[in-house]
């Protein structure tokens, strides 16, 4: 029983890591797409900036606003 109770937190474990950058994804997609609104508010984060735009050349995620909510779908 001990093995299936290790493999369960595991996969528990793996679920929630997989939630989380969901989320993270689904932050981003709205950061990304809602910009000009989020930088009349006044909230501009300039490392965020240079990371999502260095991640959407290499990745090319943001591309579309279909492509970043399916790939948090899916996750």
């Given amino acids: 029983m001990s093995q299936q109770e290790d493999d369960l937190r ?4 793996i679920m929630d890591f997989l939630r ?3 989320i993270i ?3 981003m997609n709205v950061y990304w797409f809602c910009y ?3 930088r009349l508010w006044g909230i501009d984060i300039h490392v ?3 990371i999502l735009v260095n ?3 290499t990745a090319g995620l943001f591309r579309s606003v279909l492509y ?3 790939f948090a779908v899916l996750l």
Avoid: G
């Fill in 36 to 38: 000009e609104a989020i």
């Fill in 20 to 22: 989380a950058v969901s």
């Fill in 55 to 57: 991640f959407n050349r």
């Fill in 25 to 27: 994804l689904v932050v």
């Fill in 68 to 70: 970043t909510k399916l």
């Fill in 48 to 50: 965020a900036d240079r």
């Fill in 10 to 13: 595991a996969l528990a474990k």
